[in-house]
């Protein structure tokens, strides 16, 4: 082997090492994600998803508490996984939780105009 085929060769073994390397690396602490969800959440509750999506909202509030122990022991890709799923998992109560209080509000209005429409039909 002459001296320019091992220099190639401890360069590819190196170029290696740093891609595995950097693949193995924690990655970044995935502060903005926990905001997002943390935040996607309060937004879920402020649209009472605890009374009309309470197992969506728990499985988000789960997957944070999750993520958090994540972050902890540094596996921030699997933290910021659980984060969006989080998040996502917030939104979704919250729009369901949206959707079931204005179909409520309908079906208030629906009764009141078959209630007028009652009056209405008895005065003539």
């Given at each position: 082997m002459n001296k320019h085929t091992s220099i190639l060769g401890a360069a590819g073994i190196i170029?290696?090492?740093v891609a595995v390397g950097g693949c193995a690396s924690p990655g970044?602490?995935?502060?903005?994600?926990l905001q997002t969800a943390e935040s996607a959440i309060q937004q879920a509750v402020?649209?009472?998803?605890?009374?009309?999506e309470p197992v969506?909202?728990?499985?988000?509030?789960n997957k944070v508490a999750d993520a958090e122990e994540l972050i902890e022991t540094e596996e921030y890709q699997k933290a910021a996984r659980l984060l969006e799923q989080a998040a996502?998992?917030?939104?979704?109560?919250?729009?369901?939780?949206?959707?079931?209080?204005a179909r409520r509000?309908?079906?208030?209005i629906n009764r009141n105009i078959e209630a007028l429409r009652q009056r209405v039909e008895?005065?003539?």
């Open positions: 170029g290696i090492a970044e602490r995935p502060s903005g994600k402020a649209s009472d998803a605890r009374e009309f969506l909202l728990n499985q988000a509030q996502v998992d917030a939104q979704l109560a919250a729009a369901r939780s949206d959707t079931a209080k509000a309908v079906e208030e008895e005065s003539q």
